[in-house]
């Protein structure tokens, strides 16, 4: 026991003496999340938009306060005339422009009719549909809620509902993709680089020729980075729920439990990485190729496995990670419990404990 | 019960286009207690007998045992009792000589206090330094931490493999200083060395050349085995003299070593030899019967059965 100590304290030596690795396990998860979950997004937050109200009346100035009160939309500037739309456009400041037609009220309230038109810059199509589909979405509920006032009987109500994502936030696309990527990256890449380095170094020769068993010596490598992996997972869900606003629906429990039965999978995997290279380059190239591209390609993370050739399709299923994402996003955002993603924490042991089979195997007692 | 014992061992390497032998039916055994020591040049398959006796690699070939445990079967007991210090430094670059040294001991169920009466010599020494990495250690620092860990679980045999290459003169006479004191504490102590002069050192040696060993004996027995007498001849062109000398009628042997040429005669006749020099035209060679070396006997077994001696061509 006390060997196991000395030797996990040994691996923190390491691993906190070296600036650059330190960076890349604490940092590089923050980054990460924040990059995804922020910066590289669909979601809109205060658009620049134009009005131009031709009615200045009761309904107008209610459906403009309830677009400016909304966290997705500012108002840039009002404008007076049709052909000031074009100008405003051409500033490159607003997206969307809102024009009311006159005796906008009136129009409403005697032919129950009246008309709003939404112009939006399609430069970007999705962003512009986005938008205005959010700015219906307001005056629907403006609309709906004169209705219900009026007491009409047959009032045609337009229902758009979002599931799981009403706001279509991007992080809770990005939160599972983040931690099934980092996860692997630090598990798998960093402990088979540990684990070369020492080979590379000739200090293996050493060890092996000591009391310790070699398993011993495999345990207190990975150690260090599962306790890492830990606190990378601690970091995520502290950061996606207090600064990204995710929630976590289902039990936390149940999310960490998985988490931590990842985490095994991609040390073991990184533990077979080490029996199979000699150097630390060619971990860290194993690792990037054969770990990274697959987990950001075929996980179904940043392209929906649905859309790929069927060839992709099942090879997406060798890819740890693509059990993992459907697993958190269950939990987490869906909020399910284990009767419904049991198959794929059993595809998860399997995997891991294929991993370890062929890892003990072919792990060297001798040069 | 001997300390080490191999008996034709063989060990080969597969490479692309042929298998390279690098041990090649090696038969030797070490007594307990005793300071004994494999010199070669590189390649000449020392650090595979070490690999092979310190259970790293399994021989293709014959058995070896190490203090009575067999090398295949037994490799847990061997790993338990035995100290190695590989020719590489092995030690962690980024731990400071203390937590180096820590590390070792605890890997191998002890404490620095327990043994420290066995590295004191050598730990003193470095003690100035041990809060510093061993990365930013000097080579004869490093070699002497790496000796320190290797020691610091007393291990009843020590291998050490070429221990003094890339280090300084002096540091190596400390070190070579080092294992007497070890040996006087019982310690059997089984070392490698390109360097000849250090051979003398060891109570006995093996001399290796391509993976066979040519002679086993104590360094004394060796050189008086070389039963001729050894000259050495300078002269101020050193170039042309060799080749002059080799070319001499009598010369059994020339080599160049260092400033000197080492010479032997198969008739001594000084009065000829000085008079051929001066005909062609060396004109202040210096002539002393010189004690041989260690290395004069290596050259002289290199060479002996397999080529044949260059005055025979002349004759």
């Avoid at chain 2, 060990?11 to 039916?25: I, R, S």
């Avoid at chain 2, 504490?185 to 290796?208: F, H, N, W």
């Amino acid at each position: 026991m006390k060997q196991l100590i000395t030797f996990i304290k040994k691996e923190f030596h390491h691993i906190l003496r070296d600036k650059r690795s330190m960076l890349v396990l604490i940092g590089l998860p923050v980054i990460q999340l924040l990059i995804f979950g922020f910066a590289i997004t669909n979601e809109v937050r205060n658009t620049n938009i134009a009005i131009l109200d031709n009615a200045k009346d009761e309904a107008t100035q209610n459906i403009i306060t309830r677009i400016e009160s909304s966290q997705y939309f500012d108002i840039d500037r009002t404008l007076k005339t049709n052909q000031q739309i074009e100008k405003a456009f051409k500033t490159g400041r607003i997206k969307v422009a809102i024009v009311f037609q006159q005796n906008f009220q009136n129009e409403l309230v005697h032919t129950n009719k009246a008309q709003l038109q939404i112009i939006a810059d399609a430069t970007d199509p999705n962003q512009a549909t986005t938008l205005t589909n959010y700015i219906s979405t307001i005056v629907m509920d403006y609309q709906s809620e004169l209705n219900q006032q009026n007491n009409l009987p047959y009032t045609i109500k337009t229902e758009m509902r979002m599931l799981y994502n009403p706001q279509l936030k991007g992080a809770y696309t990005s939160v599972p993709g983040v931690m099934g990527m980092i996860l692997l990256l630090i598990s798998a890449m960093m402990t088979s680089i540990a684990i070369v380095k020492e080979k590379e170094l000739g200090t293996m020769e050493i060890l092996l020729v000591s009391p310790m068993k070699p398993w011993l010596v495999i345990i207190s490598k990975v150690i260090p980075y599962f306790i890492i992996s830990l606190i990378n997972v601690a970091t995520i869900l502290i950061l996606s729920v207090f600064v990204l606003g995710l929630p976590i629906q289902g039990s936390l429990l149940l999310l960490i439990g998985s988490t931590i039965l990842y985490i095994f999978c991609a040390l073991s995997l990184g533990l077979l990485i080490s029996t199979v290279t000699d150097t630390q380059q060619a971990a860290m190239l194993i690792s990037l190729l054969g770990l990274m591209f697959p987990v950001v390609m075929l996980s179904g993370y940043a392209f929906p496995i649905a859309n790929m050739p069927l060839v992709l399709q099942v090879l997406s299923n060798f890819v740890p990670a693509k059990w993992y994402i459907i697993i958190v996003k269950g939990v987490m955002i869906k909020g399910i419990d284990i009767t419904q993603i049991w198959k794929e924490l059993l595809i998860l042991l399997m995997m891991t404990a294929i991993f370890l089979t062929i890892s003990v195997k072919r792990f060297k007692i001798r040069l | 019960m001997k300390a080490v014992e191999l008996e034709n061992i063989v060990k080969t390497y597969p490479t692309k286009k042929t298998t390279v032998t690098a041990v090649n039916d090696v038969s030797f055994s070490v007594e307990e207690g005793e300071l004994f020591g494999l010199i070669g040049p590189d390649g000449a398959g020392k650090t595979s007998i070490f690999r092979i006796l310190t259970t790293l690699l399994l021989a293709d070939k014959g058995e070896a045992k190490v203090l009575g445990y067999n090398v295949v079967k037994d490799y847990k007991a061997i790993r338990d009792i035995v100290g190695y210090m590989p020719g590489r430094f092995s030690l962690y670059q980024d731990l400071t000589v203390e937590e180096n040294l820590e590390f070792f001991a605890t890997i191998f169920n002890t404490t620095i206090q327990e043994n420290y009466n066995l590295v004191a010599d050598i730990y003193k020494q470095l003690e100035p330094f041990k809060t510093r990495r061993a990365g930013k250690l000097s080579g004869g620092m490093k070699q002497k931490l790496a000796l320190s860990c290797a020691l610091i679980h007393k291990p009843k045999i020590l291998f050490l493999d070429e221990p003094t290459t890339g280090v300084d003169p002096v540091s190596r006479r400390e070190f070579w200083e080092m294992l007497k004191r070890l040996k006087a504490q019982g310690i059997t102590i089984l070392v490698s060395t390109p360097y000849m002069d250090e051979a003398k050192l060891c109570d006995r040696i093996a001399l290796m050349q391509d993976g066979k060993i040519m002679t086993i004996d104590t360094p004394g027995n060796i050189v008086r085995q070389f039963g001729r007498n050894l000259f050495s001849v300078h002269s101020e062109n050193m170039f042309t003299l060799l080749n002059d000398l080799r070319a001499f009628p009598q010369t059994e042997s020339c080599f160049a070593f260092g400033e000197n040429h080492h010479l032997t005669l198969t008739e001594e006749s000084m009065a000829e030899l000085e008079e051929y020099l001066l005909v062609r035209g060396h004109k202040n060679a210096a002539i002393n019967k010189i004690e041989p070396g260690i290395e004069d006997c290596f050259m002289q077994l290199m060479k002996s059965p397999s080529q044949p001696f260059p005055n025979e061509m002349a004759f």
